[in-house]
Antibody, heavy 122, light 107 residues
Framework: QVQLQESGPGLVKPSETLSLTCTVS??????????WSWLRQPPGKGLKWIGH???????NDNPSLKSRVTISIDTSKNQFSLQLRSVTAADTGVYFC??????????????WGQGTMVTVSS | DIQMIQSPSSLSASMGDRITITCQAN??????LNWYQQKAGKAPQPLIF???NLETGVPSRFSGSGSGTDFSFTISGLQPEDIATYYC?????????FGQGTKVEIK
């Protein structure tokens, strides 16, 4: 079955760039049916959608992150990645990669990675 | 952004009870509303899509209803394994947004 796994540093210094990769196994990111997404959850708080990438490389992201986000896809490695620039302590939390399926019907995050904790601290 | 107001923020109920969580959008989202269950330390899992459709494999004690701006989620016969936080999420427009969550506990 399809599985997603996040990887990347668990500690990032303030003002630096947070970089995470999501590896997809058991399926292909080169799919017209899915958008590959990043979400995060600060400790003890709710969920926030960061953005997503389509197999073509087209992206959408959350304007509240003030253009600090780059999401990319590497179909040859079956991975997609997140870069978040100029991080502060407010960016601390669990980062999830997820698959968004559907478009007009069953538009839902139907598959999630286990999540990876990222702490922003000097 | 579309704001999702979810209530209550927490509730405590007995095994077998029927519980209901509500979610209100600040604009019409038709039926583009999903419900997720998140157990402690785990990723969220989808339960309901398009307001009222059960995901494959999800027990029938879970249900959802609503359209436009007002939605509800019900567990009919609370079970110990239902201890979790539940989130609504709108899929009608970018950025996708979630409700604040409802933490469900057993009395």
């Amino acid at each position: 079955q399809v599985q997603l796994q996040e990887s990347g540093p668990g500690l990032v210094k303030p003002s630096e760039t947070l970089s995470l990769t999501c590896t997809v196994s058991g399926g292909s990111v080169n799919s017209r049916s899915h958008y590959w997404s990043w979400l995060r959850q600060p400790p003890g708080k709710g969920l926030k959608w960061i953005g997503h990438v389509y197999y073509s490389g087209n992206t959408n992201d959350n304007p509240s992150l003030k253009s600090r986000v780059t999401i990319s896809i590497d179909t040859s490695k079956n991975q997609f990645s997140l870069q978040l620039r100029s991080v502060t302590a407010a960016d601390t939390g669990v980062y999830f990669c997820a698959r968004r399926t559907g478009d007009g019907y069953r538009t839902v995050f139907d598959l999630w990675g286990q999540g990876t904790m990222v702490t922003v601290s000097s | 952004d579309i704001q999702m107001i979810q209530s209550p923020s927490s509730l405590s109920a007995s095994m077998g009870d029927r519980i209901t969580i509500t979610c209100q959008a600040n604009e019409d989202i038709s039926d583009c509303l999903n419900w997720y269950q998140q157990k402690a330390g785990k990723a969220p899992q989808p339960l309901i899509f398009d307001a009222s459709n059960l995901e494959t494999g999800v027990p029938s004690r879970f249900s959802g209803s609503g359209s436009g701006t007002d939605f509800s989620f019900t567990i009919s016969g609370l079970q110990p394994e239902d201890i979790a936080t539940y989130y609504c999420q709108q899929c009608a427009g970018y950025p996708y947004t979630f409700g604040q969550g409802t933490k469900v506990e057993i009395k």
